[in-house]
């Protein structure tokens, strides 16, 4: 589902079908940025790169066909999981 500003697509897999949302939200064409945030709904789902492939597929997405030049993301700072999904797999 999208409208001129948000972009918001399902993450699934081919064995268990969907498991959790990607968004790009609050996107200016102008200045060619958006926010970024991923959710796996499912804990069962989660530490099994998911998240990584969801965030390397959104922002080959966010940059080749949107044409953005910067994707902005937050996480609240005591997730472990984003700290270590964002800064140490994917810097």
């Not at 972009?7 to 081919?14: A, P, S």
């Not at 499912?42 to 030049?69: C, H, P, V, W």
């Not at 999904?85 to 810097?91: T, V």
């Amino acid at each position: 589902m999208c409208n001129q500003n948000n972009i918001r697509l399902v993450i699934e897999t081919e064995e268990d079908g969907p498991v959790g949302l990607a968004v790009i939200v609050n996107i200016d064409w102008k200045n060619r940025v958006g926010t970024y945030g991923i959710k796996i709904g499912n804990k069962s789902f989660r530490a099994k790169g998911i998240g990584t492939d969801a965030t390397m597929t959104i922002n080959r997405y966010a940059f080749d066909e949107l044409q953005l030049n910067r994707i902005e993301s937050d996480f609240i700072d005591y997730n472990e999981v984003s700290k270590g999904l964002y800064f140490n797999k994917l810097g």
